[in-house]
């Protein structure tokens, strides 16, 4: 982690304004895997009938699960090995059953490649190998302007389109380190950049938008977020219709837990981005004026913030593995007794 800090540094002193907000987010504790698993979480995904997240440390051992409450901690896919990344640090997805790829397996960076995960965490295989840089991001494009395909970041700021069938395709080489990535929803208002692919640099703080055919843009060339950027998220358009309890926003706060804003909290920010912020440990939303972007810190975490997800109703509806609904109904249940005594407490 203290290379990292060091690198990020150096760009903290030329940033773009924030303004502040009077009502900030408030964030609850959703699990806390110590003491058994003793480094500190970085991925953190919701895979249907469970919850997976990583921690910092390479080869076996390095994943673990919850159930829909956050509770149950246990070691999950004991036997499947992650090949070095940078500072040890392996993204974590799930698939959503489109494009072609199964519904709920898992998918975490491992070296310069990702290796796929069984749901039940018993079969593990390298989906994607040999890629230009260790890998910092993926995601599954859930709105189809990718073709519902995984797209990938690595160091090196190589963004690729990859098929369940492992095969690569480079979108775009953006010259810098890069981690961070979402898919702008359709009617998202966010320019011309609907259902573009927006990246984040930690480094030198520039996010930029990446069309299905590779052209790139640069959304805030001349003022670049300082704090070293870690997630990058829209806020989902349907986030918070269905009053799941699952439904929220998820993030790792490393080293110490896992954090958890509800829903109802994103009321009005929908369409927009948020941001959390490695150095500053702020979260912060992002919108677009129609010319740049505008930026307003909605939040803070006690800690270092990392990799996190929203959870919306429609990720949820997904279909899980077989044999998994009736533990998804008792999980549901489970979540909506934890979530009123966490929020009264």
Excluded: C
Aim: proline share 6%; no cysteine; glycine share 14%.
């Amino acid at each position: 982690m203290l290379r990292k800090l060091t690198r990020v540094a150096v760009i903290a002193m030329v940033t773009l304004p924030v303004a502040l907000t009077a009502a900030p987010i408030t964030l609850n504790i959703f699990t806390d895997p110590h003491p058994l698993m003793g480094p500190g979480t970085i991925g953190f995904a919701y895979a249907g009938n469970k919850f997976v997240g990583s921690v910092q440390q390479d080869g076996t051992g390095a994943l673990y699960s919850t159930d829909l409450t956050g509770g149950n901690v246990q070691i999950f896919a004991p036997t499947a090995f992650l090949q070095p990344t940078q500072a040890s640090e392996h993204y974590v997805a799930s698939s959503l059953g489109l494009g072609g790829f199964p519904s709920r397996d898992i998918y975490v960076a491992s070296g310069t490649g990702v290796l796929h995960i069984s749901n039940n965490g018993l079969t593990s295989n390298p989906l994607v190998s040999g890629l230009d840089g260790t890998v910092r991001g993926i995601v599954f494009d859930a709105v189809g302007t990718f073709g519902h395909q995984m797209l990938v970041t690595t160091t090196s700021g190589s963004v690729y389109q990859v098929s369940s069938a492992g095969t690569a395709k480079l979108l775009a080489n953006l010259g810098a380190d890069t981690e961070g990535l979402d898919v702008t929803p359709i009617s998202a208002h966010f320019g011309s950049f609907d259902g573009q692919l927006i990246t984040a640099s930690e480094g030198t703080g520039l996010l930029h938008a990446i069309s299905p055919s590779g052209a790139v843009t640069v959304l805030n060339p001349t003022s670049p977020i300082g704090g070293g950027i870690e997630e990058l998220d829209f806020v989902p358009l349907n986030l918070g219709a269905s009053h799941n309890p699952v439904e929220g926003f998820y993030g790792s706060n490393y080293t110490q837990n896992v954090l958890r804003a509800d829903a109802n909290q994103f009321a009005g920010l929908q369409g927009t981005i948020i941001l959390t912020t490695e150095l500053a440990h702020t979260v912060l939303d992002v919108t677009w004026n129609g010319t740049g972007i505008d930026v307003t810190q909605i939040g803070m975490f006690p800690s270092q913030p990392e990799d996190g997800i929203f959870v919306t109703a429609a990720i949820i509806n997904v279909t899980p593995e077989p044999g998994s609904l009736l533990l998804f109904g008792t999980g549901l249940a489970g979540a909506a007794g934890l979530m009123r005594r966490k929020l009264t407490r």
